[in-house]
């Protein structure tokens, strides 16, 4: 299991480190404004049909439920964020010679790659890595010719598994591939 995950621990000290505001609007409707340490707002309501069946405390334990969600989706949205730009900041900061080296750092690290060489436009290779659906194990590059510009019908065009040959392996001309989608 990886550890870049929000934890429990850390939505209960934005919360119980947030100053909680509760009022009553109506005589029916409850409000929480929960404002975070770092000044952030956030607010919810709760509110019954008829005042009669009105319970404050009921309305206060939903809005701080419902701000808790939200806290999680904000939270794992920033994680995910700072995630990817350490990851693209240690690509950028890889070397910048276009060799089969930079090639795999790049493939790494998401990009798909092609070299300058190869006879036709619209083509790359990209690695795939395997999530829970898949029937593969193990990460593999493969080559997706799909897009491929060429006067020839019979062309293929096809995503298939890929293997470097040494003038791949030797070659100085890889560069991020332009993908078109459509």
């Not at 005589?27 to 975070?36: F, I, N, P, S, Y």
């Not at 790359?124 to 510009?149: A, C, N, W």
Request: with cysteine.
């Amino acid at each position: 299991m990886s550890d870049i995950k929000v934890t429990q621990a850390e939505i209960d000290l934005l919360l119980n480190s947030a100053d909680v505001q509760v009022r009553t609007e109506f005589g029916k409707c409850t409000v929480v404004t929960a404002r975070l340490r770092n000044g952030f707002i956030l607010t919810e309501s709760s509110a019954c049909v008829d005042p009669a069946n009105y319970d404050a405390e009921l309305g206060k334990r939903l809005c701080l439920q419902h701000i808790e969600n939200r806290l999680w989706e904000l939270e794992g949205y920033a994680l995910q964020k700072r995630t990817d730009e350490e990851r693209t900041m240690k690509c950028e900061a890889a070397t910048e010679t276009q060799d089969f080296g930079w090639a795999l750092n790049k493939l790494r690290c998401g990009w798909p790659v092609r070299r300058r060489g190869w006879n036709g436009k619209g083509i790359f290779i990209k690695l795939q890595v395997p999530d829970e659906h898949s029937k593969m194990t193990s990460p593999y590059i493969y080559i997706d010719t799909t897009g491929l510009r060429s006067d020839d019908p019979d062309a293929p065009r096809s995503c298939v598994p890929w293997l470097a040959s040494q003038t791949d392996m030797l070659a100085e001309d890889w560069e991020i591939a332009e993908v078109r989608h459509g």
